[in-house]
């Protein structure tokens, strides 16, 4: 599993809340990323990170906001909660780490299921 | 923007026939294609991948082909077992997905 981890594992909040989801690796991989995944779709990227706080937006990045002060963690916060971002969360890593993982070559975490009410 | 389409969005097998996969592209600097495996309520577990400079790749059962020039790749699952059940996925770069193929294997 890359040594990912994600918490929590499942959240339900309510519309307007301010919510922070966590990905947290241990082998030191360059790359870091959030993606959301909704029924029948596959993944779309929200936000992704080239190392510490360096982070960049990916294709659905409005609503979301990402810090990575430290290379283990990168964080994902939704600062007011809407019932559209009611989405499976998965963080993934790549680039370097104890396998030596090319920059392309991704792995996730478990994931998170976010509920807003 | 890039973007990936993907067939056909389920598909059905006897055990130990074929499964074939296709996904198009449209951004013809895209390099890296990977496909994913994803059982119910699990992570996306990367199968394969290929790279524009290699025309096919095999690993055991699994290969995938990428015709450059059509900007088209697929996956190749042959001797289907119940196990292959999945979802896949298929991926241009790693910010764009296709939607998923719901493979059922039918022992």
């Known amino acids: 599993d890359a040594g990912i981890t994600q918490s929590p594992r499942h959240k339900v909040t309510e519309t307007g809340t301010p919510v922070t989801l966590r990905c947290h690796q241990t082998?030191?991989?360059?790359?870091m990323y959030w993606y959301r995944q909704d029924p029948g779709h596959g993944l779309r990227l929200i936000h992704y990170?080239?190392?510490?706080?360096?982070?960049d937006k990916g294709e659905v990045s409005d609503g979301y906001s990402v810090s990575r002060s430290k290379t283990e963690d990168f964080l994902l916060t939704l600062e007011s909660a809407t019932s559209s971002q009611t989405s499976v969360y998965f963080c993934?890593?790549?680039?370097?780490?104890?396998?030596?993982?090319?920059?392309?070559?991704?792995?996730f975490g478990p994931g998170t299921r976010l509920t807003v009410l | 923007g890039e973007n990936v389409e993907q067939h056909p969005s389920t598909l059905s097998v006897q055990e130990g026939d074929s499964a074939v996969i296709k996904c198009t592209y449209s951004d013809s600097a895209s390099n890296y294609f990977p496909w994913y495996k994803q059982e119910l309520g699990k992570r996306p577990q990367l199968i394969i991948d290929?790279?524009?400079?290699?025309g096919e790749k095999k690993d055991q059962r699994i290969a995938v082909t990428l015709n450059k020039t059509a900007k088209h790749f697929s996956l190749h699952i042959t001797e289907t077992q119940p196990e292959d059940s999945a979802v896949y996925f298929c991926a241009a770069g790693k910010s764009t997905f296709g939607d998923g193929t719901t493979l059922t294997v039918k022992p």
């Open positions: 290929i790279r524009s400079n290699v």
């Open positions: 990170s080239y190392g510490v706080k360096d982070t």
């Open positions: 993934a890593i790549s680039g370097g780490g104890l396998a030596q993982l090319g920059a392309d070559t991704q792995y």
């Open positions: 082998e030191n991989h360059r790359y």
